[in-house]
């Protein structure tokens, strides 16, 4: 047998002890498998370094992955660590399975005697009671929710916090738990309540400012009612020619301070918001014409010409508030006269577009006046302000007149704009869209008679009006007007008395003044609706008072009050109001 062949071949061959003639014999086949054994050593050897080599780059890559997860691990809990936020998990009994360090900042508990125990003992209320009804985890019905509460602290500190939480879904939908979060908001919080005191403490600031206005309107307008309609009274009994200078001068004056109040007033109520705009058929004519008519006599006494052009394409009939218009170019034209010595007033009105439904119409109104410097232009704008200090002293006024234009003008969509020149005058300018009415014409005013034909027209002789009137003064100065216009009218001095006179009469109407002693206005006119008289639910009831407070006119209709009749009156406007408030009752 030959030394040469491979031990595991040598070791058969001596099992089987052939003879030499017999492995002779086999020689050749032993020689093969003599190879074929080496070669299997070969390729065993080789697979052996094989998986020597990989079984080493697989510890070297199991150990980098573990060093990795460790590492970022590490991260994660140094994240978690420094993230000022609690990063919370609870299992399905809603015990916590983790808390991060921002945990015991917040609360005071430390992490490690929270964990497996319920969350709710940890989150206190006012009382320090437990928020066991905070969330309901036998039986949620939420993915995903928020609660915002304050907690009680472990050292009785009291913290606002949201509460955000969501649900750890399996890929077969079950639940396994809860991860969320807990948010320190306090300082928002007490921002957002110091926020709301102070909305609450100007909101009762504005209410005590509006209770004051309508206050010192009522104390004001009381006496000034007394004061104008007086001084029209004393014009139309044939002064003596030494007596109507200072006549004349008494009622200006008068007129001028009434002025005052309602620019104030006015302000207030554009300021808070409170001022609505009326959309209703006026006549663009009537505005113009009562321009005219209070401007008239002013500008004559100057020696101003006051020329009023209106474009003849416009009609006569548009859509929008009248009131604010006339309140807008009143403004503009007394400024206007106010600041011209020499020359004229201009109010020019032009159509700059014409639709199917609508005009857009510019009104300019041009004075050759003092004009205003550049650096001046902003400043007149603004609330109490004038052009120069000595403005005030000069042409008087109290600088609201423009900011209130300014302020109605952007409430119509529009803007006033000024073109000046100092020594030569200035143009006020601005564009209204403004719509069509479904009136071809507009009946023109038929009560405008002048101060002194008011009182030779028979439109109330004979009308029986009850006045409700708690002021001496203001009973004498009524009961003159309605002696002139041949009025049947009776005294109520206060709300009682005019309750028992409308449950005893008839009446065309009654004239109420809201604020008087033993019952008010408000409660008499409520009273005379429910009364038991039919008559007496569809007679007309005007408030005839001082107070012009935000909420008045709103009030109004919930006591069966018709409408509101401001004091002081112009004598003129209120023998109109009357005239017209019967014709319409007549025609009813």
């Not at 492995?23 to 065993?44: C, G, M, R, W």
């Not at 007490?190 to 209410?207: F, W, Y």
């Not at 009994?237 to 309602?262: A, G, R």
């Not at 030569?424 to 034909?453: C, H, M």
Request: glycine share 6%; aromatic share 8%.
């Amino acid at each position: 047998m030959s030394n040469n062949y491979h031990r595991l071949l040598k070791r058969q061959l001596k099992k089987i002890d052939l003879d030499d003639s017999t492995l002779d014999l086999i020689t050749p086949l032993l020689h093969q498998v003599n190879e074929a054994y080496k070669a299997f050593d070969s390729d065993l050897e080789h697979i052996e370094n094989v998986l020597e080599k990989s079984s080493q780059e697989l510890f070297q890559t199991n150990q980098q992955l573990k060093n990795n997860i460790e590492s970022i691990s590490g991260q994660l809990s140094k994240v978690a660590g420094n993230i000022k936020d609690v990063i919370f998990e609870m299992d399905l009994n809603g015990n916590w399975s983790y808390l991060n360090p921002a945990w015991r900042k917040l609360t005071g508990f430390k992490v490690k005697d929270c964990l497996g125990k319920p969350f709710y003992q940890f989150l206190k209320d006012d009382e320090g009671e437990d928020y066991k009804d905070l969330l309901n985890l036998k039986a949620p019905n939420f993915k995903t929710t928020s609660k915002i509460f304050k907690s009680q602290t472990i050292d009785g500190q009291h913290k606002w916090l949201d509460f955000s939480i969501k649900v750890i879904m399996s890929e077969e939908g079950k639940i396994e738990g809860y991860i969320g979060a807990i948010v320190d908001i306090s300082k928002i919080k007490e921002t957002e309540l110091a926020l709301i005191e102070a909305k609450e403490k100007e909101s009762m600031a504005n209410k005590a400012k509006d209770e004051f206005l309508t206050t010192m309107s009522h104390e004001i307008r009381t006496p000034l009612n007394a004061v104008i309609g007086i001084s029209h009274l004393l014009l139309l009994e044939n002064p003596k020619k030494e007596q109507l200078e200072n006549l004349s001068t008494l009622k200006h004056s008068s007129e001028h301070l009434l002025c005052l109040v309602n620019d104030i007033l006015d302000f207030n109520k554009i300021a808070s918001g409170q001022l609505e705009l009326e959309e209703r058929n006026f006549s663009l004519n009537q505005v113009l014409n009562g321009l005219q008519s209070i401007f008239h006599n002013t500008a004559k006494e100057k020696d101003l010409r006051l020329i009023v052009k209106k474009d003849t394409t416009l009609p006569k009939t548009f859509i929008g508030d009248s009131t604010r218009l006339s309140q807008i170019l009143t403004n503009l034209v007394s400024n206007a006269i106010k600041f011209t010595d020499e020359g004229k007033v201009t109010v020019d009105i032009e159509a700059l577009e014409i639709a199917e439904e609508y005009y857009v119409v510019e009104f300019m109104i041009t004075d050759t006046g003092i004009g205003i410097p550049e650096d001046k232009r902003d400043k007149i704008f603004l609330s109490f302000a004038q052009a120069n200090s000595d403005t005030t002293r000069k042409y008087g006024g109290t600088g609201l007149g423009l900011a209130i234009c300014k302020r109605l003008l952007e409430l119509m969509d529009s803007e006033l704009k000024l073109e000046s020149e100092v020594g030569k005058g200035s143009t006020f300018s601005f564009k209204l869209k403004l719509q069509k009415s479904t009136k071809s014409d507009y009946a023109e005013d038929i009560y405008a008679f002048d101060a002194k034909t008011i009182h030779q027209q028979e439109n109330l002789k004979g009308a029986r009006i009850l006045v409700a009137e708690d002021n001496k003064v203001n009973i004498m100065v009524i009961e003159k007007f309605l002696s002139k216009w041949q009025v049947d009218f009776e005294i109520a001095e206060n709300g009682l008395i005019a309750l028992n006179k409308a449950m005893e009469n008839t009446y065309d109407m009654i004239l109420m003044d809201l604020q008087m002693p033993v019952m008010n206005g408000f409660e008499a006119s409520k009273a005379i609706r429910e009364s038991s008289n039919p008559l007496n639910k569809v007679m007309p009831i005007y408030a005839l008072s001082a107070s012009t407070g935000m909420d008045i006119k709103n009030q109004l209709g919930q006591y069966g009050i018709n409408g509101l009749i401001c004091k002081p009156f112009n004598p003129t406007e209120l023998f109109k109001t009357l005239t017209s408030i019967l014709q319409q009752k007549y025609i009813l």
